[in-house]
């Protein structure tokens, strides 16, 4: 059931607030106000980090640099399997006090539903004052369960932190921002991605195992593999292809792949493309599901409705690929090429072959 917060949950703060790209850029000498203002040093908050086995996601930087604007005393909670390079690695990051590490006792994946359980069990332990994640896939699955759990409501596309319990939130597809008082005990904090981040080292913390719930992996996944090649995470990637509805089948979206490996890319696909079983929803690109700022976008059979415009409009440039010249995406785009996608296709793959 989806949890609708009342008027106890939030205050609107009406004062004027001008918005800014960076999560971490405040107004001269902002940030002595904010230390002030800090929770006190029994307060513990838990940052949930992302990783891709080996390293740790750009946008866990993000979350680490805004929750040293709201304590000093953080622990980080690590999903999933990885190895001891990345619990080390945040350990030593500024403000983090404890690193918790979650591995997955049934290696099968790492269901949202369990993980969900682990941070509960974290929190009946360390009793935090705020849990805060990124706005990707993982974030946007799991922290509204949690907020769910806790009768709290779920605080989304945050992109600045002013205190402890006031946000500044991205609303009408990034065209405006709003300011809001959070009053409750706990503070479910989805941030946006695509932010600037700082790199602070501080002292080693030590890392431990995540308490687990007897019986709580009663969830596995199943795995959907398109590729053996390693490309890069949709959050991390300087170039992502994007499928759309017009590749018509899920045999056609896997031909992306051929050009992703010659670029080094991501895949993602539309939500068109994954409602229609093309891929799988963990490649959706959009508001709906993951937003991304690449230096690199190229989106093949895309339309460009507004809910995938938004979750691409701050790549550096975009290429529109499609043969309908009226297609919403050639508005936004850089550069366009209407042509049919079973001609662009095989005609891009010659290109980055030969030249």
């Known amino acids: 059931m989806m949890m609708v917060p009342t008027l106890s949950s939030f205050f609107l ?9 960076n999560l971490l850029d405040y107004k001269k000498n902002s940030s002595t106000a904010l230390d002030s203002k800090r929770l006190g040093a029994g307060k513990e908050l838990s940052v949930i980090a992302e990783h891709n086995i080996k390293h740790i996601t750009p946008t866990t930087q993000v979350i680490l640099a805004a929750a040293r604007k709201i304590s000093d005393n953080i622990i980080v909670l ?19 006090s404890k690193v918790l590490t979650a591995e ?10 369990n993980f ?7 929190h009946k332990i360390h009793n935090f004052s705020h849990i805060i994640g990124v706005s990707s896939q993982l974030g946007k699955s799991v922290l509204p369960r949690v907020a769910a759990k806790l009768d709290v409501p779920a605080v989304t596309n945050i992109v600045n932190v002013k205190t402890p319990d006031t946000f500044v939130r991205s609303i009408y597809a990034g065209k405006a921002f709003m300011t809001i008082k959070v009053m409750d005990p706990v503070k479910v904090i989805i941030v946006k ?11 080693q913390a030590p890392i431990e195992s995540a308490p687990i719930e007897e019986g709580l992996y009663s969830v596995k996944s199943q795995k959907m593999r398109l590729n053996k090649s390693k490309l890069p995470l949709l959050v991390d990637a300087k170039t992502v292809i994007c499928g759309g509805g017009g590749l018509q ?7 992306l792949y051929e ?17 229609r079983g093309f891929a799988p929803k963990s490649l959706q690109v959009g508001q709906i599901g993951t937003t991304i700022a690449p230096d690199l976008y190229i989106g093949i059979g895309v339309s460009g409705n507004l809910e995938h415009i938004t ?34 296709l095989p005609t891009l793959k010659y290109l980055l072959r030969h030249f």
């Open 259 to 275: 050009v992703a490996n010659a670029l080094d890319a991501a895949v993602g696909a539309t939500k068109s493309a994954v409602d």
């Open 311 to 344: 979750g691409i409009k701050d790549s550096r440039v975009i290429v529109a690929i499609n043969k309908d010249c009226n297609a919403p995406l050639f508005k936004v785009a850089d550069f366009g090429v209407v042509m049919d996608l079973f001609d662009a």
């Open 249 to 255: 089948s899920s045999e056609n979206f896997l031909k």
């Open 116 to 122: 969900t359980s682990t941070i509960l069990a974290t």
């Open 13 to 21: 703060d009406t004062s004027e607030y001008r918005p800014s790209n």
């Open 193 to 203: 991605e695509g932010c600037c981040s700082s790199n602070c080292r501080g002292n």
């Open 78 to 96: 690590i999903p999933g399997t990885t190895n001891s390079t990345v619990a080390k690695y945040l350990s030593t990051r500024k403000g983090v």
């Open 104 to 113: 997955n006792v049934d290696n099968d994946g790492f269901p949202e539903e």
